[in-house]
């Protein structure tokens, strides 16, 4: 687990890098915060529900630029993989208030090795926005580490990168093409036996359409987790 622990870190390493390698030479430089609170709650050994609220604040700390709020339902097939279908209201404040409205699906694959915790993550998202005629259709892959230390296994060095691509173009809307990518890189405390936080630094390039420029967030996460018991046994 070591090997592929080593080689995980050189994959984020390469993302985090190729932003400032290939990207546009003229770039806008944003720093904030995201602080999402995901709260898990299983229903029976089969299904469980997820709430995630995901307050944004940026524009170097001065406004809130995004308000994301996901209810979701999966269902356990083994395991390590579920299937996943929710909703989601996002709030976007910046450059000027859209609401959008997005149905998404997704295949989640967790599994816990000796060394290390590995997540992966397939997404599909019909994104319903303000003003844009059609149905934006985006997928986004993620792929996470997690490389507890110590004995008890309280702490852990977190590693994540996230593809975003946008599969159609639309008029005043979104582009095909890569929409964004999110690396990450910080530590994992687990704060008790139900509620574990992450905090570090995430590195966000936003490929916007000509003749935006495209930017680079610079932002502090403080990500919380929360899982309840199970309503039913």
Not at 12 to 19: C, N, R, V
Not at 155 to 175: C, R
Not at 187 to 213: F, W
């Amino acid at each position: 687990m070591k090997r592929i622990f080593i080689i995980f870190i050189f994959i984020g390493a390469y993302f985090f890098t190729s932003q400032f390698a290939y990207a546009d030479p003229y770039l806008e430089d944003d720093f904030g915060i995201w602080s999402p609170v995901y709260i898990r709650l299983p229903i029976n050994k089969k299904f469980r529900t997820e709430l995630e609220v995901n307050p944004r604040i940026e524009e170097n700390l001065t406004r809130i630029h995004q308000l994301i709020t996901r209810p979701s339902l999966g269902y356990q097939l083994t395991d390590n993989l579920s299937i996943w279908s929710a909703y989601a209201w996002t709030l976007h404040y910046v450059p000027r208030f859209v609401r959008e409205q997005r149905i998404w699906q997704q295949i989640l694959y967790e599994k816990s090795f000796q060394k290390i915790d590995f997540i992966s993550r397939l997404r599909f998202e019909e994104r319903f926005i303000q003003n844009v005629d059609d149905v934006s259709l985006r997928t986004r892959y993620l792929l996470k580490g997690i490389y507890p230390v110590g004995r008890t296994k309280t702490w852990g060095i977190v590693l994540s990168n996230e593809l975003f691509v946008n599969l159609f173009s639309h008029f005043d809307g979104p582009q095909g093409g890569i929409d964004q990518n999110r690396f990450f890189i910080g530590l994992s405390r687990k704060i008790s036996n139900n509620v574990r936080m992450e905090s570090g630094y995430q590195l966000q390039y936003i490929n916007d359409p000509a003749p935006t420029i495209d930017k680079l967030n610079h932002l502090i996460m403080f990500n919380f987790y929360v899982a309840l018991p199970r309503l039913l046994e």
